[in-house]
């Protein structure tokens, strides 16, 4: 396009040209220039331009989309997507994409393709390399995976048929026993927080008599402590990033029963805060999200095992299946919606091999390990000198 236009009472012209792609509506190159004092300058500048324009957006093409370009892209596809119709919270998806610009920024003015199996590889390697376990690794590759589908089926990926994280083998981690306190380090913690008179004691020990989030504990109001039925109501959960107070982790309520010790625990909470909404003080620790500083630094200083908040969670359900409680009252007690989640505690507290090794028997009949002494085991080995031919 060619401009006319005056300047000191002289007329000059203006060329601005742009070219878009034909494959993609979003790419586009536009050059301009001025001051050329005939049309004729001005058209031979405009061919020019063109020509360079062209150039550049074949050098584009074939190069492909960037990363980064990508990424916004997803980002805002999942917004609409996902966000939007409640699937997934706007918390979470920026939290996906703030871990995938953390481990890929180095590529957001790079093209996708250069983003090969071999670069996933070497980038899942360094995730490994730096402490990331296995799981947090696995969600990263999933979200990867789920960029380059949308890109590839939208159609702003060109020549690739699947995502490059395909040929990327993770490689778990070692397994690590979960941290889990025995019933003897349970009952040193919290009668060690009653002697010191701890700030955090009652918070501690509801949270190992119920099973309750700390989130949930947080949110806990009088009004749902029934202690006429013995019942409490765990009905919302708060949100220490947000601020705010939002619905139980598995999105529905449910009913924690109150024991004769909960009772007294409960009770004595009431004398100090019943006339506050809440049940327990509002820490500033416990609102920032730091109330697992808080207990590890306490077991610390008592010499227990350094645990976080949501293990207190974990001793309660392992010692309610140890204790003989049913699974499926400790699964609704906890709020768990799946089996698989429940199974893990299941295995920690180790009640599905529990007695199992009694069906083997290696002593004869009538002897028992107490049984066997000196004057035993030696006839033991004779008999079986005896039966060899051999010397013992």
Not at 75 to 98: E, F, I
Not at 157 to 167: C, E
Not at 350 to 370: N, S, W, Y
Request: aromatic share 10%.
């Amino acid at each position: 396009m060619i401009q006319e236009y005056e300047k000191d009472g002289k007329v000059f012209y203006k060329v601005r040209v742009y070219v878009r792609s034909t494959e993609n509506s979003d790419l586009r190159v536009t050059k301009q220039a001025g001051g050329f004092s005939s049309l004729v300058d001005a058209k031979k500048e405009e061919t020019r331009l063109r020509k360079e324009c062209e150039r550049e957006l074949h050098q584009v093409e074939v190069r492909g989309i960037l990363w980064g370009d990508l990424l916004g892209e997803w980002h805002d596809h999942c917004l609409k997507t996902k966000v939007a119709t409640g699937q997934r919270s706007k918390l979470n998806q920026d939290d996906y994409l703030g871990s995938l610009n953390k481990w890929f920024g180095t590529y957001t003015n790079k093209p996708v393709n250069e983003l090969n199996p071999f670069v996933m590889a070497q980038i899942f390697e360094k995730m490994k390399s730096t402490g990331l376990c296995y799981g947090h690794r696995k969600k990263i590759k999933q979200f990867v995976k789920s960029v380059f589908d949308f890109g590839i089926q939208s159609g702003l990926v060109k020549g690739l048929q699947r995502s490059p994280t395909f040929d990327v083998v993770l490689g778990r981690d070692g397994e690590k026993k979960p941290e889990i306190l025995t019933i003897i380090e349970i009952q040193k913690l919290i009668r060690h927080a009653y002697e010191f008179s701890h700030p955090w004691r009652r918070v501690w020990t509801v949270a190992l008599m119920t099973g309750m989030r700390s989130g949930e504990l947080l949110a806990l109001t009088w009004k749902d402590v029934d202690f006429e039925n013995r019942m409490m109501n765990v009905n919302k959960s708060h949100n220490c990033r947000l601020k705010t107070i939002k619905s139980t982790k598995a999105g529905y309520w449910r009913q924690v029963p109150i024991s004769e010790d909960l009772e007294r625990v409960l009770r004595e909470q009431f004398g100090e805060t019943q006339s506050e909404e809440h049940v327990f003080p509002r820490f500033w620790e416990w609102e920032k999200g730091l109330q697992a500083k808080i207990l590890r630094a306490f077991c610390f200083i008592h010499g227990l095992p350094s645990i976080k908040f949501h293990t207190l969670r974990a001793c309660f359900a392992t010692q309610m299946l140890r204790m003989g409680v049913e699974p499926a009252k400790v699964m609704k007690i906890c709020g768990w919606k799946e089996l698989k989640t429940m199974q893990h505690y299941v295995r920690l507290a180790g009640i599905e091999v529990q007695g199992a090794t009694e069906a083997m028997k290696v002593f004869p009949l009538k002897i028992r390990p107490q049984e066997a002494s000196e004057e035993v085991l030696p006839s033991l080995v004779e008999t079986k000198v005896a039966a060899s031919g051999g010397t013992p």
